[in-house]
């Protein structure tokens, strides 16, 4: 069993950035697939970013691509999402997501569906 914990959220204003955490316990995660997802209020859950097992490959939402970058420590069993850059339309519960892959295709490694472990989110407010 995999537990997540995400950790750095909170509020900021536009155009400012977050650290988001996600660390893993349980078993390490160093050869599983990590995934991001935000939902905003009314809204359903949506794909933000992906990572491989070693951080070899990574895929990004068009909505976010060039402003947030996901990676990883396995040494730490922790993996994090950059976000620079923020707008108000990021205002969402962040959400971490793992798989025991070393690697998801898109589409698939976008869908909620794949992802068999999650936590409990972390909330980003962005003002304007």
């Known amino acids: 069993q995999v537990q997540l914990v995400e950790s750095g959220g909170g509020l900021v204003q536009a155009g400012g950035s977050l650290r988001l955490s996600c660390a893993a316990s349980?078993?390490?995660?160093?050869?599983?697939?990590i995934a991001w997802f935000r939902q905003a209020p009314g809204k359903e859950r949506e794909f933000g970013a992906v990572?491989?097992?070693?951080?070899?490959?990574?895929y990004y939402a068009d909505s976010v691509k060039g402003r947030l970058t996901i990676s990883r420590d396995n040494a730490k069993n922790t993996v994090y999402l950059q976000m620079n850059s923020l707008k108000p339309e990021d205002t969402a519960v962040y959400y971490c997501?793992?798989?025991?892959?070393?690697?998801?295709?898109?589409?698939?490694?976008?869908?909620?569906?794949?992802?068999?472990?999650w936590g409990q989110g972390t909330q980003v407010t962005v003002s304007s």
């Open positions: 997501a793992a798989k025991g892959e070393i690697f998801m295709s898109l589409p698939r490694s976008s869908s909620r569906s794949a992802y068999d472990y």
């Open positions: 990572i491989t097992w070693n951080g070899g490959r990574s």
């Open positions: 349980g078993r390490t995660v160093s050869t599983y697939t």
